[in-house]
């Protein structure tokens, strides 16, 4: 996602690189960035792991639900009409393209490998607090 957004990135801040541009990689949607704030929250993930702490991982968790389920599923529904007409009839006529692939194709293939990583590591971290809670509890008596 980091690499699709480099050239957005780029121009904003008036680079310019001829191999990023001849690639004419096309512009983002605000869910897009909004989906990279999930990237800075691993940190969050990690810190609360290494240091068994369950609030903080608690807030791992919401900010995985809100910024990496969320915008993936917004993505899933922008994507869905061009994806399931290219599916219905192969033909890719009226559909957008990159390098010759639909490009709503190419985004289902990232939305079901985000979906997955995002779905498994809610459970880890499920379970890390479970587990935690228990340790706990064992503890205590």
Same mark, same amino acid.
């Given at each position: 996602?980091?690499?699709?957004?480099?050239?957005?990135?780029?121009?904003?801040?008036?680079?310019?690189?001829?191999?990023?541009?001849?690639?004419?990689?096309?512009? #983002?949607? %605000?869910?897009?960035?909004?989906?990279?704030? @999930?990237? +800075?929250? @691993? *940190?969050?993930? +990690?810190?609360? !792991?290494?240091?068994?702490?369950?609030?903080?991982?608690?807030?791992?968790?919401?900010?995985?639900? +809100? *910024?990496?389920?969320? #915008?993936?599923?917004?993505?899933?529904?922008?994507?869905?009409?061009?994806? %399931?007409?290219?599916?219905?009839?192969?033909?890719?006529?009226?559909?957008?393209?990159?390098?010759?692939?639909?490009?709503?194709?190419?985004?289902?293939? *990232?939305?079901?490998?985000?979906?997955?990583?995002?779905?498994?590591?809610?459970?880890?971290? %499920? @379970? @890390?607090?479970? !587990? %935690?809670?228990?340790?706990?509890?064992?503890?205590?008596?």
């Amino acid at each position: 996602m980091l690499a699709k957004l480099s050239a957005d990135i780029l121009d904003r801040i008036d680079v310019f690189i001829l191999e990023i541009e001849e690639l004419q990689i096309p512009q #983002p949607l %605000w869910w897009e960035y909004l989906w990279c704030v @999930s990237l +800075l929250l @691993s *940190f969050i993930g +990690l810190s609360a !792991a290494r240091k068994n702490r369950i609030n903080l991982m608690k807030r791992y968790m919401l900010g995985i639900i +809100l *910024f990496g389920i969320g #915008p993936v599923l917004y993505a899933a529904g922008y994507y869905f009409k061009e994806a %399931w007409q290219y599916v219905r009839t192969g033909d890719t006529e009226d559909l957008h393209l990159w390098q010759g692939y639909p490009y709503a194709l190419l985004w289902y293939a *990232f939305i079901i490998l985000a979906l997955q990583v995002h779905f498994f590591s809610l459970y880890f971290a %499920w @379970s @890390s607090i479970q !587990a %935690w809670k228990a340790r706990g509890a064992a503890k205590s008596k």
